[in-house]
């Protein structure tokens, strides 16, 4: 019997907050939420904040897409290099130990005084003098004002997108409402396995843009700028500081599709068997200035003037940059953001056994790519394809009726060309398989697109669907563009309150730069737990019904530990490391210390 890949486990931390205990949902739809939760919301939101004013306007207001703080860098100061010269007969003062070797022929050099050279130029010399600009870009999805990942562990210099993805994944392995430890006990090293990544790789000056930029500065390139800045390294640091883990690592890369890549690597894995559980996610820390004036230079970013002139707003008035992002609306580029979103999925067996919280179920996830192109950035047909086979399972599993209660999730940009072609794609899906008025939303406008990590947005805010009953609406738009393909499909510009249970299946949908498309069908937790009651029947589930309470209780006292700012990430740097005189080792097994299996060494012939 296949497995079925179900979802226990969600951690991280984005523009609405902290992700564990639905928060970062509940930001978003904090308005409509009970005067309880929404008070919690605040104290989780406040906590990694720092700070104590839970009733603050100001709090609210530091969260989810804004104008650019000067925490990472300063947007109107920006320092570059600006080209120059020294004409032919010019003469300069420089330090001594400024002068360097060798000395290039055109110079002519002499001793000035005791601290300092003559340099007499034969020649033109072209220099490069130090100035700053300010950024025409000034919206972005910002982690929440005041919050410093490297402050929580000993982060050692560690590029912010690791920072994030210790953080993250230490949320969602802490949130679980059990301890690891109990993992391993049921499952063999090798039946685990992490797949994160980012897919900009750590492009922070502790990473790969340090190491690029350095000698151009007149410094020196760190012994840790190129091994910390590669793009799997999230799921590196996941292994060697959170979980210790021996199992399957890597990353499955496809720009802004990459977290579903992810996903659909986790969801292959369990189906087969070859593993039990998969910590699976991403981290992208994008906002440093080198990656806005890349997008930006693309036209792929809406500017300050560009969202003005939306508004009818003058240069004194500035540019609405709560709204920057508005998806299928009258809009000028994508909102750029930072993110590190982390899920936990297992097996149907694993999952009743630990009685682990059933947020969902992972049905299928799809990839595909646009074919010829005419250019490398412009969309093409995989987005159908993916989007087509999607909704062509969920019809499998939860038949015609379940498929008309589908909503989606949409790639939702903020880019004219996407509001075209993303909601052509979903407009014929939805008439080919006779779904009328699809309901359509794309949080992207509450958090900005962070890439790679931009489908585990959309995931955390799908399960916070099904557990409160309210799905974000597009709240930054007033109306649908004339361009826009919405035969089938209805927009929501405003919340939308609807039955936890008449939801039975969501559509996460991802394209990606250079032709990298992906689609999930994402199972409701009541249709996941009718699977597992025909799959295990009833006497199966009353276990872990009993079972799951225990684990509800140990997740609301993180919950509660967290809000009180009790708790630190895992971060085990040095602990617990095994050698070669740790294991057992036979022909037949492997036995790894801290776990109850051993790893299988008596394989069949896969071929015969």
């Given at each position: 019997?296949?497995?079925?890949p ?5 951690g991280?931390?984005g ?9 970062a949902?509940r930001?978003?739809?904090i308005?409509?939420?009970s ?8 104290r989780?939101l406040a906590?990694v ?26 947007p109107q100061?920006?320092?570059l ?10 003469s300069?003062?420089v ?26 130029l034969?020649?033109?010399?072209p220099?490069?003098?130090?100035i700053t600009r300010?950024s ?5 999805g910002?982690l ?10 000993q982060?050692?210099?560690h ?19 059990f301890?690891w ?11 685990i396995a ?11 000056y502790n ?8 000698r ?14 590669l793009a799997?390294m999230p799921?590196?640091f996941i292994?060697a500081?959170v ?5 399957a690592?890597?990353?499955n890369?496809?720009?802004c ?5 992810n ?14 559980i ?8 994008p ?6 004036e890349?997008?930006?230079?693309m036209g792929a970013?809406?500017t ?12 004194e008035?500035?540019?609405d ?6 998806p299928f609306s009258?809009?000028?580029g994508?909102?750029?953001a930072?993110s590190a979103?982390?899920f ?6 694993l999952?009743?056994?630990?009685g ?12 595909n ?16 394809i ?5 909704m062509?399972?969920?019809r499998s ?9 589908s ?12 509001r075209?072609t ?11 398989f006779?779904?009328?008025n699809?309901?359509?939303?794309a949080?992207k ?6 890439l790679?990590?931009?489908a ?24 649908i563009?004339?361009d ?6 209805r927009?929501l510009m405003q919340?939308?309150?609807v039955?936890?249970?008449g939801?039975?299946?969501?559509f996460?949908?991802?394209k990606?730069?250079?032709?990298n498309?992906?689609?999930g069908a994402?199972?409701a ?17 009353k ?7 225990q ?6 006292e993180?919950?509660?530990?967290c809000?009180k700012?009790?708790l630190?990430p ?8 095994l050698g ?20 299988d060494?008596?394989?069949p012939?896969?071929?015969?």
């Amino acid at each position: 019997m296949v497995k079925l890949p179900v979802i226990i486990g969600m951690g991280g931390i984005g523009p609405a907050g902290r992700t564990s205990c639905h928060h970062a949902y509940r930001r978003l739809v904090i308005d409509q939420l009970s005067l309880a939760d929404a008070e919690a919301t605040k104290r989780a939101l406040a906590q990694v904040m720092g700070r104590s004013d839970v009733e603050s306007d100001d709090l609210l207001k530091g969260s989810l897409v804004r104008k650019l703080e000067n925490n990472l860098f300063d947007p109107q100061a920006i320092p570059l290099h600006k080209a120059f010269g020294a004409d032919q007969g010019s003469s300069l003062l420089v330090n001594k130990k400024r002068v360097g070797s060798p000395i290039p022929e055109h110079w002519t050099v002499t001793e000035h005084d005791d601290q300092r050279m003559r340099i007499d130029l034969e020649a033109n010399q072209p220099l490069l003098v130090p100035i700053t600009r300010q950024s025409t870009i000034n919206a972005a999805g910002q982690l929440p004002s005041g919050f410093d990942p490297s402050k929580l562990y000993q982060s050692r210099n560690h590029p912010r997108g690791l920072q994030m993805s210790v953080y993250g994944a230490s949320d969602a392995i802490s949130s679980l409402g059990f301890d690891w430890d109990r993992v391993k006990q049921c499952v063999a090293p090798d039946q685990i396995a992490v797949y994160a990544g980012s897919g900009m790789a750590q492009l922070d000056y502790n990473g790969v843009g340090g190491m690029l930029q350095a000698r151009l500065l007149g410094k020196r390139v760190t012994s840790k700028q190129c091994p910390l800045g590669l793009a799997e390294m999230p799921a590196d640091f996941i292994n060697a500081y959170v979980l210790g883990s021996v199992g399957a690592t890597g990353t499955n890369m496809g720009a802004c599709a990459t977290f579903l890549y992810n996903l659909n690597q986790a969801k292959d894995d369990i189906r087969s068997g070859r593993r039990r559980i998969v910590l699976v996610g991403n981290s992208e820390a994008p906002l440093v200035p080198e990656v806005f004036e890349g997008y930006g230079n693309m036209g792929a970013l809406a500017t300050d003037e560009e969202l003005r002139e939306l508004d009818g707003r003058s240069v004194e008035e500035g540019a609405d940059h709560r709204r920057a992002c508005r998806p299928f609306s009258g809009n000028c580029g994508f909102t750029l953001a930072e993110s590190a979103q982390f899920f936990v999925i297992c097996d149907d067996e694993l999952a009743l056994e630990l009685g682990a919280n059933i947020y969902g179920a992972v049905a299928d996830v799809f990839v595909n790519a646009d074919g010829f192109k005419k250019s490398i950035s412009g969309p093409g047909l995989g987005n159908y394809i993916t989007v087509g086979k999607a909704m062509a399972v969920a019809r499998s599993i939860v038949g015609e009726q379940g498929l008309q209660r589908s909503f989606v999730q949409a790639h939702g940009t903020g880019t004219p060309q996407n509001r075209i072609t993303e909601s052509h794609i979903l407009n014929e899906a939805a008439q080919v398989f006779g779904i009328s008025n699809l309901p359509v939303t794309a949080i992207k406008s509450y958090v900005g697109h962070s890439l790679s990590a931009a489908a585990g947005d959309q995931l955390a805010a799908t399960l916070g669907t099904w557990q409160y009953g309210v799905i974000p609406g597009i709240s930054t738009i007033d109306h649908i563009a004339d361009d826009v393909y919405q035969d089938q499909l209805r927009f929501l510009m405003q919340h939308e309150s609807v039955d936890t249970q008449g939801l039975d299946v969501a559509f996460l949908n991802s394209k990606g730069f250079g032709g990298n498309n992906a689609t999930g069908a994402i199972l409701a937790p009541h249709a996941t737990q009718e699977i597992l009651l025909k799959r295990h029947g009833k006497e199966a589930i009353k276990r872990h019904a009993a079972l799951n309470e225990q684990t509800r209780e140990r997740q609301a006292e993180y919950d509660v530990r967290c809000s009180k700012g009790e708790l630190s990430p895992i971060y085990q740097f040095g602990e617990g490391v095994l050698g070669a005189e740790d294991i057992e080792f036979s022909s037949k097994a492997l036995h790894v210390p801290g776990y109850s299996k051993p790893v299988d060494l008596e394989i069949p012939n896969p071929y015969e």
